[in-house]
């Protein structure tokens, strides 16, 4: 079993920079696949991005390619969403996610555990 548990969102302001964390528990959490996921205020949940439990292998939506980047610290049992030049269409509640089958897939359905979600807002 494996709980999740987000944190870093804020208000900020467009062309600002934050850094969400997803701090983790259980002793296998670093062979797992984590992922970022985000949900606006009506739409459905996006992938964000993905990494590898080796922190070697990253995958990004187009929308945040180049913006944002994902990293972890298998030490720390965390991992990190970097956002930088951000934007107000990146408003959204993120959620991390984690995948004990090393799928890196962008489905959402492919995540076994979820955290509870860190609002981000963006202000133009």
């Known amino acids: 079993q494996v709980q999740l548990v987000e944190s870093g969102g804020e208000l900020v302001q467009a062309g600002g920079s934050l850094r969400l964390s997803c701090a983790a528990s259980g002793r296998t959490f670093s062979r797992y696949t984590v992922g970022w996921f985000r949900r606006a205020p009506g739409k459905e949940r996006e992938f964000v991005a993905t990494i590898s439990w080796t922190g070697r292998t990253r995958y990004y939506a187009e929308s945040v390619k180049g913006r944002f980047t994902i990293s972890r610290d298998n030490a720390k049992h965390t991992v990190y969403l970097q956002m930088n030049s951000l934007k107000p269409e990146d408003t959204a509640v993120y959620y991390c996610?984690?995948?004990?089958?090393?799928?890196?897939?962008?489905?959402?359905?492919?995540?076994?555990?979820w955290g509870q979600g860190t609002q981000v807002t963006v202000s133009s």
């Open positions: 996610a984690a995948d004990p089958q090393e799928s890196l897939s962008t489905r959402a359905r492919a995540y076994d555990y």
